[in-house]
Each structure stands twice: as structure tokens, then as C-alpha cells.
């Protein structure tokens, strides 16, 4: 082969000719070995042109440039001018700025090997941070036949916004195809970093797809550049896989001859995750790119990637293309169903994944959908996947998605088969049809009036039934005396009255809990004596009024039972009093001493007798049946205690009566239920009042007697006003009519 | 003195025994022997709904050895609703509420007694609606009726309690 360069001095006398073995490789100095003077030097602009004799493509060449004073160093590649298709050279990822933000100078170097003048002239297409684009165009410079020349593109970008940190850059010039080489760099201000961009011709480009190594270490910063070649704009994808997973930013567009740069590293450290709902896990240090356009078109997009390591003083450039651009691999709507509520809103896509031409798989991500649909309307309405639901009912929601799949015919040609896939799910739009409750273990529809009155302080179990289906997570959202979400609720209730249980899912439906009074013991009610009073001469009596209990029942749904309560009792004395058959000493007075002694000795002998004698007072009977009362009194409100338990704990089961009344009635009825607990009461009751002594010398002759025994004293008086003798005085002064229930009280178990 | 662990023996068997010790021989023994019986009879085992009364045979029988006396205040019903209790239940065993039971002030003209010899037998007559309440109105079905005689009053005769057979009572509609 024969090496020819230029830029040296002294210059190279003639070109070179060397041979390469079969598959030898072997590094040549270009002033030892290439000039023949060791101690020359190479100049700041030159070229080399290598000839050889081999089929195209049978020889690699690279060179390495370095000036260790400036800490410069560079490595550029050859182009075989018979391969070019165009006058043009496009480079991507440009940089304007180095990554901690210091101004970088772009240089572009460029060989004419015409045998004329060459005129070049290009433009900058820079990228904001808000992924606008601007340009700058590079003016026309010329370049004399055989020479090298070098252009600082300082002044061009000096002024571009502070946020315009890279982009892409476009030359061409106007001597033949391939006439014309360029180099195209930035180099830091000290030297460090020479961020080299290669130069590719456009009309001659591989596949718009490739792959790259990611570091993503602390100071090994991997950038991918994307730039659109045409004037139209395009989507592409990137992806990133690593040990244990895949991350993708999904389908992006880019710009007419935009130029996207990719920091995965900054992605990861920011946690900001892809399509799909990933992150990148901070522990991730490595893993592999791949890109890839999006479309039917072939060659519309370049890549590569960058890996920078700012402490170290290196910039490798890194770019792999693959045979063809990716193929789609499947498609699928999601979710595949979904429910939300009326007048809600969920977010449907499409998700695909594709495969490279080596058929590597990638994905899922979320794909372009070309329309959405809905097959029922007034059910759901979709637009760019979101979905309302607009009523209720059952809706497919479609999704028609492109697809694209390459083949690769060899020689760099690929072709797309492109076409439309029409995926779907559905969507449910539920609302709350109605609320049920839950009876011991069965779920119930609440009754139009409600429930309860349920126990004060119990729990009732609700559920919410959507319309159909069922409710979407964390619906329906229950208010009222319950909280929170779900479909099943259980509200503990201890607030007595009317409370209100809602659910709402796009609809609220409500329901009345009637909740009853806080249980608490009673006592008996005790109304005064019904007295009644005959001019005849019988007996008086007291008799025990039938107890009139008034109840109330109350739900405790968990056990599915109504339960009794005890609302009140009320309880009474009947005393009749006859008034006649004796003679009243305060209305008829003794009118002789016999008469004064024969009243005094009947009156003492009331209480000695236990039996009404000739001379009496209605007071007295009065006194003796009231006493009655108060026997009964205390009889009663002992044995009440033990029966009010006992009544409370009567109850039937809840789902076997329907109304509160219903359940009171056979509460009453069963043949151990309440009746017969309240005649079991009063049975106890009369038992032991019979046990209370009613004769002479007993406890209500001695209330008799206390007011006999003032008319007895009104008659002494009398006597000694008639000077009568004789008369008795008080036979029993004080007799006892404390503690009236004095015996002791017998068992009682109702 | 030679009667004191006799008294002290029917004190623990029956506790009226203490205020009418005198009675003991006539109305209870060593062995508790029942001395009265008390029966019950409807008159009509069927009545009607519009029957106005119900009338109820309650016999008492001395079924003792010994002559037993009784406090005849039966033919006052405010003294039967005090002496005489019913116990009443429907086919499904609820009781029926019913009157009865408490204290009478006797006065001295008014006590009579009767005796009965062994064997003897003393029918009184009841209403058994005399004993339901004023608001209470029987339902067609079959009831089961029994008499307590409970009495504490007088001397010299039978004080205590007295229960009755039970009684099938069918009340029908209106004939």
C-alpha cells in the first residue's frame, strides 16, 4: 500500500509503500517512519492518504494524535472516498458546552483531495434544554486542492442561549462526492477533552438503529446522541437493559434535524422512571443501549454514544448500528379491563414490544396509538387513552396501534412490512346500585325505610353492590357515620337516633340506621295508688295492679338477633276502701263514758286483733292498705333487678321478623319469653308479699293503729272533760312499721 | 319444755307454723302429708267467645285425718281476687295475664269459717273472667287454667298455698 502525507516538516519526499501480511496489523510513526525524519514535526493541520492493493474494505486504518504538552490527544479514523454517496458530512452530538458547563471550542478540520478548489459550508442545529432547536450556519470557506485546513467555530456558537449544550452538525462542499474529509471536535479549554465527532455522509448511512456500552459509575457518564437526518420529524426509542431488568423511556419524537442526547446516569440518579412505571435502580452501574427509529422509513436517524470521564481526562466515542432497524414483536392493550366509576377517568394504552435484527427483545413500552375507540359511547368515551365514564354499562375500548416489521435482505437493505393492529380492552363503568348489610353471616338488602333500630353500641357490616361488575380499587367511598373506602364497611354505632350510611361511587346512595338508646337498667315506674272507696260496709283490700311493661327491641346484626330492652314498667296498688260498717269517732264522738270506753278499747284493740273493729276510722283503713303499697312497693323493686336481666337477654333471630314489632310480639309470646318472665315476676312478687304478716300485731294494724290511736287521745281528753272514768289511753303507742319489707327474700331465678 | 324440739322441727318444714304454732296438728304433720287437696273443674270445658261467663268449680278436700278449718270468705269477689290467683296460659305455653293476689282488711263481722271433716269436700264457684283483665278479651284456642289459693288471714284455720290440677279450657268462636 501507499501512504502519502501531508502537514509535515520537512514534507514527505514521496508516498510510501510498505506491505501488510495477511491479517497483520502494524503502527507506523508518521514522521519516523512515514517522512524519514525523526527529529521533524507534524504541523497543526495535515492529512494522510493511504492506497492499497487489497479488495475494498480488506484494510483498517486509524490514527492517533496526541500533544502531550497541551494534554491533547485524538483518534481519528479513515473514510474510503469511493464509498461516499454525497458532498455532505453530518456529525451528531456536537458539544457546545463540556458536562460541568465550560465553554468547549468546536474545530473543524477538512481536507481537500480535489484538484481544485473546494468550497464548504454547513450549518449547527443546537437543542435547548426545552428540546427546541436553533441553527447556526457555518459560513462557506474555501479550501485550496491538496490542502488542510483548519476553522475554530468559536465565534459561531459564543452567543447561542446558556442552555444550548450540544447539537448536531451538517457540512457539505462542492467538489466531487468524496473529494472532501472532515474532522469535527471540541476541545476543552485545557486540553483534557477533546469531545470527537464522527463524521458520517448521510446519503450513505447505516440503519437507524444500534447499541452501546453504558457505565453509569460516578465519573463515567455515558451520553447517546439521536439526530434526525431529515427534514421531517421522527420517533425513535432508547432502551436501556441491565442485570435483572430493562428500562425505557418510551417512544419519543424528535425534531427535523434535532440531535436528543440520552444521559441514563441522570435518569437513574433522579429516579425518574420510564413509560412503564420503572426506575432504574440506583445500584445499577452497567448495561447495554439500544435504540432504534420509529416508522416505516429506513436511515432517517443517527446515533451514537459518548463516554466522558471528567476526572480522568477521557472522551470515547462509541457508535454501533445494527442490520436493521426493530421490528414490533407484539402488541396488547392495558389494562386488559378496568372499571371506574361514572364520571370518572382512567388512563388506557397500548404496550408493545419489539425485537432488533438479531432478535434481541425489548420492551414493554408504550406505543403510538394511531386512534382510539369506543364501542359504546354513552357508556365510555376515550380520547389519547383516557377514558370516561360517561354511564353506566360495559364499553370495549379499542386501541389501533402501527406496527412495523424488517426485513433484512442482505447488503445493508432492509425493507418494512408496515401495517395497523387493532387491540382492546374493556371498561366497566359502575356506580353504587345499592347497599346491603350483613345479617350474621348473610349479606341482606337494606329495606327502602331503612334499618334498626339496631343495639346502641354494636356494629353493622355494609357492603356497597356496583351497578354491575365490580367497584374499582379503593371504591366505593363510604360518609356519613361510616368512613373511608371499600366495598365492605362495618360502622360501630353509639350514637342513638337517626344516622345516615352512604357510599359513593360517581352516585351516592344512602340508607337510615335507626339506632336505639344506650341500654341502661330502669327501675319500676310506680304510679299512685288507684284508691276506690265503697260506703259499705266490706273489707278494704289492696291488690297488686298487673305490671304494664312497655318494650322496645333493637337489632344486633352480627348476631342476628333481636334483642330485648326494657323501655319501662309501670306498677301499681289497687286499695278499696270501705268506709262503712263502723263508727267514726271524730264524726260521732262518744256521747257517755261507756261509749268512750267501748271506743278506746275497740281502737287498741285494732292493732292487738288484726281485725277492724266497731269503732274506726276510714283514715286508719287508709293507712293499713297504704301501707300495703309501700310493701308492695319494696317487694316489687327487689325481684325487678334479676327480671330486667332476664327479660334483656330474651331474643329472637333478626332475619326471622321483619319489623321490631314483630319481634317484641314473640319475644312476649314464646313460652318462656317475656310474658312469662313478668308473670314469673309477679308470681315471686305476690309469694313474698303473702310472706309479709297481716294480722294482729303485724306491720299495717300498726300504721292503723299510729292514727287510732290520736282519736284514742282525743277521747281520753274528752273523758276528762266529762270527768268520765275509765277511758283507756293508748294501749300501743309506737307500734313498728319501719323496714315493711322485713322478711327475707326468697330465691329468684327468672 | 317437752315440745320444743317438735316446735323447732315444723319451724324448719313450714315457716306459717311460727305465728299459728296451735295449728300445726290440724293442717300439717311430721311428714308433710298434704291435708287439703284443691281441684279444679270448668263447668263448660268448651265456651264461646260471647259466653259472658266462664264459671269454674274449685273444690277443696280434706284429704287429712283431722278436721280442717277454713276462712269462708268466699262469696265477696273482691275477697275471691285476693284469696284466689289463676294461672293461665295459651296452647303455646304465654301466660295470660290475670288478676288476683294481695291483702284484705277483715273486718269482725265478716269472718266466718267452716270445717271440713276427713274426706269432706267444699265446692266454691268462680267466674274465671272475673280474673281477666278489664281489657283483655280471650281468643278462640285452648288454654290451660290453674287455681292458687293463697291465704294468711284468720284464725284457727288453714293458712298457706294450694295449687290446683290444670285445667283444659277450649274456647271456641262464636256459636
Redesign the interface.
Known amino acids: 500500500m501507499t501512504i502519502e502525507v501531508e502537514g509535515t516538516a520537512p514534507s514527505q519526499h514521496e508516498p510510501v509503500n510498505i506491505a501488510l501480511a495477511p491479517w497483520e496489523t502494524r503502527v507506523l510513526d508518521i514522521m519516523n517512519d512515514l517522512v524519514g525524519h525523526g527529529n521533524g514535526y507534524v504541523k497543526s493541520e495535515g492529512g494522510i492518504s493511504i492506497t492499497h492493493s487489497g479488495a475494498p474494505g480488506a484494510v483498517l486504518a486509524r490514527m492517533f494524535i496526541s500533544e502531550p504538552g497541551k494534554g491533547y490527544s485524538a483518534a481519528n479514523s479513515f473514510i474510503d472516498p469511493e464509498t461516499t454517496a454525497s458532498q455532505r458530512w453530518h456529525g451528531s452530538g456536537l458539544r457546545l458546552k463540556n458536562l460541568d458547563g465550560a465553554k468547549l471550542e468546536p474545530v473543524m478540520t477538512v481536507r481537500n483531495t480535489a484538484p481544485g478548489l473546494s468550497r464548504i459550508q454547513g450549518r449547527i442545529i443546537y437543542t435547548r434544554s426545552d428540546g427546541t432547536t436553533g441553527t447556526v450556519d457555518i459560513p462557506q470557506k474555501p479550501v485550496a486542492a491538496g490542502k488542510t485546513k483548519t476553522f475554530s467555530m468559536e465565534n459561531l456558537v459564543k452567543n447561542l442561549p446558556s442552555d444550548a449544550t450540544y447539537g448536531g452538525i451538517e457540512l457539505e462542499y462542492d467538489t466531487p462526492n468524496g473529494t472532501v474529509v472532515t474532522s469535527v471536535q471540541s476541545i476543552s479549554q485545557n486540553g483534557d477533552h477533546v469531545f470527537q465527532v464522527p463524521m458520517f455522509d448521510p446519503q450513505n448511512m447505516p440503519s437507524s438503529a444500534g447499541g452501546a456500552p453504558w457505565k453509569g459509575e460516578s465519573d463515567n457518564r455515558t451520553i447517546v446522541y439521536i439526530k434526525n437526518e431529515t427534514d421531517m420529524s421522527r420517533n425513535f426509542i432508547v432502551h436501556l437493559k441491565y442485570d435483572g431488568g430493562q428500562y425505557t423511556p418510551g417512544i419519543k419524537e424528535i425534531k427535523p434535524r434535532q440531535t436528543v442526547a440520552i444521559d441514563f446516569q441522570e435518569l437513574r440518579d433522579r429516579q425518574i422512571p420510564d413509560d412503564m412505571g420503572s426506575v432504574i435502580p440506583l445500584d445499577i452501574m452497567t448495561g447495554q443501549i439500544a435504540w432504534s427509529a420509529r416508522g416505516r422509513e429506513a436511515k432517517t436517524l443517527s446515533g451514537r454514544s459518548e463516554q466522558i470521564s471528567m476526572y480522568g481526562g477521557v472522551v470515547n466515542t462509541y457508535s454501533c448500528f445494527n442490520c436493521c432497524e426493530n421490528s414490533t414483536a407484539d402488541t396488547w392493550i392495558n389494562p386488559q379491563a378496568a372499571a371506574i366509576v361514572r364520571e370518572a377517568e382512567t388512563w388506557f394504552m397500548a404496550n408493545q414490544t419489539e425485537t432488533n435484527c438479531y432478535q434481541q427483545q425489548y420492551g414493554p413500552f408504550v406505543a403510538n396509538v394511531s386512534m382510539w375507540s369506543s364501542t359504546e359511547t354513552d357508556v365510555a368515551t376515550v380520547s389519547d387513552g383516557l377514558v370516561y365514564g360517561a354511564g353506566v354499562g360495559y364499553s370495549e375500548i379499542g386501541a389501533t396501534v402501527p406496527t412495523v416489521l424488517w426485513f433484512h435482505w442482505g447488503g445493508g437493505y432492509c425493507e418494512p412490512w408496515y401495517d395497523e393492529v387493532y387491540r382492546h380492552g374493556s371498561v366497566e363503568v359502575v356506580g353504587v346500585e345499592k347497599i346491603q348489610y350483613k345479617v350474621g353471616s348473610t349479606w341482606t338488602d337494606i329495606p327502602s325505610g331503612g334499618i334498626g333500630p339496631v343495639c346502641n353500641g354494636t356494629s353493622v357490616s355494609f357492603k356497597a353492590i356496583p351497578t354491575s361488575g365490580s367497584f374499582p380499587s379503593s371504591q366505593p367511598t363510604w360518609s356519613g357515620d361510616a368512613s373511608g373506602n371499600g366495598v365492605e364497611k362495618t360502622v360501630t354505632f353509639s350514637t342513638a337516633g337517626s344516622r345516615t350510611v352512604s357510599a359513593t361511587a360517581g352516585n351516592s346512595v344512602s340508607t337510615m340506621v335507626n339506632v336505639g338508646p344506650a341500654n341502661a337498667n330502669i327501675t319500676l315506674t310506680w304510679l299512685a295508688p288507684a284508691v276506690t272507696t265503697n260506703t259499705g260496709?266490706?273489707?278494704?283490700?289492696?291488690?297488686?295492679a298487673?305490671f304494664v311493661p312497655e318494650y322496645i327491641a333493637c337489632a344486633d346484626l352480627g348476631t342476628n338477633e333481636w334483642k330485648l330492652r326494657v323501655k319501662k314498667v309501670e306498677a301499681k296498688t289497687?286499695i278499696?276502701i270501705?268506709t262503712g260498717?263502723?263508727r267514726d269517732p271524730s264524726a260521732n264522738p262518744p256521747i257517755s263514758q261507756t261509749e268512750a270506753i267501748d271506743a278506746n278499747t275497740k281502737m287498741n284493740a285494732y292493732y292487738t286483733s288484726?281485725?277492724?273493729?266497731?269503732w274506726h276510722t276510714t283514715a286508719a283503713?287508709e293507712a293499713?292498705?297504704n301501707y300495703?303499697n309501700t310493701?308492695w312497693t319494696c317487694t316489687a323493686n327487689h325481684y325487678w333487678g334479676p327480671t330486667e336481666t332476664a327479660l334483656e337477654l330474651l331474643k329472637v333471630s333478626y332475619a326471622s321478623y321483619n319489623s321490631e314489632a314483630a319481634a317484641i310480639t314473640q319475644i312476649?309470646?314464646?313460652?318462656?319469653?317475656a310474658?312469662?318472665k313478668?308473670?314469673a315476676f309477679?308470681?315471686a312478687s305476690?309469694?313474698y308479699?303473702?310472706?309479709l304478716?297481716?294480722?294482729a300485731a303485724s306491720r299495717?294494724y300498726a300504721a292503723g293503729q299510729i292514727v287510732l290511736n290520736g282519736h284514742i287521745s282525743t277521747i281520753v281528753t274528752l273523758a276528762a272533760t266529762n270527768n268520765w272514768t275509765g277511758v283507756p289511753g293508748v294501749a300501743t303507742a309506737n307500734p313498728n312499721v319501719a323496714n315493711p319489707c322485713y322478711q327475707q327474700f326468697s330465691a329468684y331465678n327468672p | 319444755m317437752m315440745k320444743k324440739p317438735y316446735f323447732v322441727a315444723i319451724l324448719v318444714l313450714v315457716s306459717m307454723v311460727i305465728v299459728f304454732g296451735t295449728l300445726a296438728q290440724i293442717i300439717v304433720t311430721k311428714s308433710d302429708k298434704p291435708v287439703l287437696d284443691l281441684r279444679a273443674k270448668l263447668v263448660n270445658g268448651t265456651v264461646y267467645l260471647n259466653d259472658k261467663d266462664i264459671p269454674i268449680d274449685v273444690v277443696f278436700r280434706n284429704v287429712g285425718d283431722k278436721p280442717v278449718r277454713l276462712l269462708g270468705i268466699f262469696d265477696d269477689l273482691a275477697a275471691q281476687r285476693i284469696i284466689f290467683h289463676l294461672k293461665m296460659t295459651d296452647s303455646k305455653g304465654t301466660p295470660i295475664e290475670t288478676l288476683g293476689g294481695g291483702k284484705i282488711s277483715l273486718s269482725q263481722d265478716s269472718i266466718k269459717y267452716f270445717t271440713l271433716g276427713k274426706d269432706e269436700t267444699y265446692t266454691v264457684r268462680l267466674n274465671l273472667k272475673d280474673f281477666l283483665l278489664e281489657n283483655y278479651s280471650l281468643k278462640s284456642g285452648s288454654y290451660d287454667v290453674t287455681v292458687i289459693y293463697f291465704n294468711q288471714y284468720g284464725e284457727d284455720c288453714f293458712k298457706g298455698r294450694l295449687k290446683s290440677n290444670p285445667e283444659k279450657l277450649t274456647v271456641a268462636e262464636i256459636n
Do not use: C, I
Not at chain 1, 537 to 544: I, P
Open positions: 260496709s266490706g273489707q278494704s283490700t289492696a291488690s297488686a298487673p289497687n278499696t270501705y260498717g263502723f288484726g281485725v277492724k273493729q266497731s283503713s293499713h292498705e300495703h310493701e312476649k309470646a314464646a313460652a318462656t319469653g310474658d312469662a313478668m308473670a309477679r308470681t305476690l309469694t308479699w303473702g310472706t304478716a297481716d294480722n299495717p
